[in-house]
């Protein structure tokens, strides 16, 4: 059930770096090297997933990350959540149509 993310690490002109997700755009966080970009990565992505939940938007599927691109998964309470989301959101739709 473990899901990860594609992220791309984004040097800037400010001497830092940015994380961001193709797959949830809304989830971009900064930090001063990789390392750092990376280890609040996830935070900002399970914020922005949230928010999905939240606004009852579907939940993006992770793509295939690129050769060489780093991913960041989700937290393992954070994914069942996450599937429990899913599956009831999915369920709604079904009963609407």
Not at 82 to 94: A, C, D, E, P, W
Request: glycine residues 2%; hydrophobic residues 40%; contains cysteine.
């Amino acid at each position: 059930m473990l899901q990860n993310y594609p992220v791309n690490i984004i040097p800037d002109e400010n001497s830092t770096v940015i994380a961001c997700f193709p797959d949830v755009p809304e989830a971009m966080t900064v930090g001063t090297d990789e390392a750092n970009a990376l280890e609040w990565a996830q935070d900002a992505l399970v914020v922005a997933l949230s928010s999905y939940m939240d606004d009852r938007r579907d939940i993006p599927e992770p793509s295939f990350p690129e050769p060489g691109q780093k991913t960041v998964p989700l937290p393992s309470s954070f994914a069942v959540k996450l599937k429990i989301y899913q599956t009831k959101h999915h369920q709604i739709i079904k009963e609407a149509a």
